[in-house]
């Protein structure tokens, strides 16, 4: 693969990261999904809803792979066993590019997500390591923001392809509004949640002159070899 994008439950990347996935499969990269949970403690739906529906939005987006690592909703945590669970996954897919949570958020398993990938990270490039599977370190880790909002080290305009984002997005009909369905109301499933998906995409899209965009942080400030690429266009 030559990118992998994670997250805590089936869906998280599609809201947060869907317009870069499929900007990426449109420009005839590789791409993969990895979700550490089935979404089992949702107050909607059920875990298997949540597979079909997933396996429906990566065909939207163009993913090539898609797989899920059923490590606990609810009951993730940055240890050595999860970890090096996350360490296989990144040696057998072998990204040049990760894509994953911040490491703080209003959502414990957003925030552990980010924190398992990021030392996963570092440590599938060490020998000693797993050391039964080939070291691979990817080469590179952004992180998508969810709850938390912080100072974006970039903003990718998705513009293009936000209609393709929101189809994605609407394939987890069991999460969504849905008055027919006698279950509790979330954050998620209010009539209003797709609007403000829209407004916050509106927004950073505003910030870099476009109508969408998609906010990014990285540990490390983005290199520039030609500063006559960051004019607008």
């Not at 499933?189 to 509106?202: G, K, P, T, Y």
């Amino acid at each position: 693969m030559d990118v992998l994008a994670l997250g805590a439950h089936p869906d998280d990347v599609e809201l947060c990261c869907g317009g870069l996935l499929a900007l990426l499969a449109r420009q005839g990269r590789a791409v993969a999904i990895v979700d550490l949970t089935r979404g089992e403690a949702a107050t909607r739906g059920t875990p298997e809803e949540r597979a079909r529906e997933a396996e429906e939005a990566a065909r939207v987006l163009g993913v090539q792979h898609r797989e899920n690592l059923d490590l606990g909703d609810g009951r993730l945590e940055s240890d050595i066993a999860r970890v090096e669970v996350l360490v296989r996954v990144l040696r057998r897919l072998e990204p040049a590019l990760v894509i994953a949570p911040m490491e703080s958020d209003l959502h414990p398993d957003h925030a552990a997500t980010g924190r398992l990938v990021k030392r996963a990270r570092y440590l599938a490039g060490l020998r000693r390591v797993v050391p039964d599977v080939p070291v691979h370190r990817p080469r590179h880790l952004i992180q998508y923001f969810q709850h938390e909002i912080v100072e974006p080290a970039f903003i990718v305009d998705v513009s293009d392809v936000v209609e393709q984002k929101r189809r994605a997005i609407r394939c987890y009909r069991s999460q969504l509004h849905d008055p027919t369905r006698n279950e509790p109301e979330t954050m998620i499933s209010s009539a209003r949640f797709l609007e403000q998906v829209e407004a916050r995409d509106r927004h950073f899209g505003s910030l870099i002159g476009s109508l969408h965009g998609e906010p990014y942080t990285q540990p490390h400030p983005p290199r520039v070899t030609d500063a006559m690429s960051l004019l607008p266009p």
